[in-house]
């Protein structure tokens, strides 16, 4: 018997190479889109990051002082929450919330597009109002996913941190299986994009999902490899390659995802 899944996987890579070079004119305009996300990226989430931080290590230094001072230690939720830091907590809260929201806006208008124009490159078009609203209802779900991620893991970043007082180099376990657990919610989210599904990697069948990623994670580890290569001998020739190589890798992604999916899915 043949292996139906091998046989899709590398047809659809393929095919949407081929696709990529006839809609040269998607490839280009999506692969700008791209670039300008970056540049919106870094220009307003850089400050709220940064008084993140600093608003993060003024919480961490106050938290040890004052279990420094207690003879019975209690839970650092209950620190956070308690009336000495209560202000503090509220005041980084807020600019936690602020930064969900400007990557959520920032993610769907620029991301959005690009998987849009994503199905135009595959050949499976969609309606841009329609895929639009999809688009940000499905991210709803990761977005939420994303908050609850960032609160555990500034909970378990101080802790960790006052462990490191009492006890340096201690393992950070808690840190590694959040992570893990993060991987998890962008490839769920990668996953739902071509269809707009939030549950499609679980309907996948996993010899396609493993197929799928080791592929896509080699063409992007690949250009990723290639531009830091380039970067070492000239950061202005890395930029420029950025745009020429690593933008349509991404596309070619985006289109060999959707490619995939969709006649996986077919009778979906």
């Given at each position: 018997m043949r292996d139906l899944s091998k046989e899709i996987v590398v047809k659809e890579l393929i095919t949407s190479v081929s696709l990529i070079k006839k809609h040269a004119f998607w490839l280009v305009i999506s692969s700008l889109i791209d670039a300008l996300f970056f540049l919106a990226w870094g220009f307003f989430t850089t400050p709220v990051r940064d008084k993140i931080v600093e608003h993060s290590v003024l919480i961490a230094n106050k938290l040890s002082a004052i279990l420094a001072e207690q003879e019975v230690k209690t839970g650092i939720l209950s620190h956070l929450l308690g009336p000495q830091l209560q202000p503090m907590t509220g005041k980084l809260i807020l600019l936690i919330l602020l930064l969900f929201a400007v990557i959520y806006v920032l993610y769907n208008a620029f991301h959005g597009t690009s998987w849009w124009m994503a199905t135009n490159i595959a050949e499976m078009p969609q309606k841009y109002r329609e895929y639009m609203l999809g688009f940000a209802r499905v991210n709803l779900i990761w977005i939420t996913g994303y908050i609850l991620?960032?609160?555990?893991?500034?909970?378990?970043?101080?802790r960790y941190v006052i462990i490191q007082k009492f006890s340096p180099g201690a393992p950070n376990i808690a840190g590694k299986v959040l992570l893990a657990a993060l991987v998890l919610l962008g490839i769920a989210a990668f996953?739902?994009?071509?269809?707009?599904?939030?549950?499609?990697?679980?309907?996948?069948?996993?010899?396609?999902?493993v197929s799928l990623l080791v592929l896509c994670a080699s063409m992007f580890l690949a250009a990723q490899f290639i531009l830091n290569s380039i970067g070492k001998l000239n950061v202005d020739a890395a930029l420029v390659a950025g745009i020429i190589i690593l933008f349509p890798v991404m596309n070619l992604i985006r289109t060999y995802a959707i490619r995939v999916l969709s006649h996986v899915h077919t009778r979906d």
């Open positions: 991620y960032k609160f555990i893991d500034v909970i378990i970043s101080l996953f739902s994009y071509p269809r707009l599904r939030a549950a499609q990697l679980f309907r996948t069948p996993w010899r396609i999902t």
